[in-house]
């Protein structure tokens, strides 16, 4: 994804951001930003500084910690724009790591499909929960650094988060 903010999107990007440091602190500690918003999708960013290992590289759990933040978050977002008041929580998730980062890093998820979209939705609707799987791909110097595929679970409640 091309990661720049549209200047509309900055104020909606930095509530975002505002919310995840407030209400998930470990997004402070890792420096989590909003690096876009809006189709095709949701991407974060964080500093190798904040997330590093003793290799110099990217802790492999900040890797993860951004890949389903990154899915959650785009979840999270299109329910409330759908008006949609819901808790959201992973329910599994499977990563794959295929080179070392050494710098910053993205972490991107692609918007479901129409149809996986128009499922869950239609399934929270009328169960008051439903489950979607969304792929989320971790980018360092433009290539792909790991890939991860995780399912979300969603139950509705009085009053959103």
């Not at 505002?18 to 189709?39: C, D, K, S, W, Y």
């Not at 110099?56 to 959650?72: C, E, H, M, P, R």
């Not at 329910?91 to 499909?113: H, L, M, V």
């Amino acid at each position: 994804m091309d990661h720049q903010k549209v200047e509309g999107d900055e104020v909606e990007a930095k509530a975002l951001e505002n919310f995840f440091h407030e209400q998930i602190p470990l997004t402070r500690h890792m420096q989590v930003g909003v690096a876009e918003l809006g189709p095709p999708g949701l991407c974060l960013s964080a500093p190798l500084e904040a997330n590093a290992n003793l290799h110099g590289t990217a802790f492999g759990g900040s890797i993860a910690s951004l890949a389903v933040l990154a899915g959650w978050a785009l979840l999270h977002t299109r329910t409330r724009s759908a008006g949609i008041n819901c808790s959201i929580v992973v329910q599994k998730s499977e990563i794959s790591y295929e080179r070392a980062i050494r710098g910053n890093f993205t972490s991107c998820c692609i918007e479901p499909e129409n149809s996986a979209w128009d499922k869950f939705t239609r399934t929270l609707q009328k169960r008051g929960k439903s489950r979607i799987t969304l792929d989320v791909v971790v980018e360092y110097d433009n290539q792909v650094a790991a890939r991860l595929q995780a399912t979300y679970a969603a139950e509705k409640t009085a009053s959103s988060i």
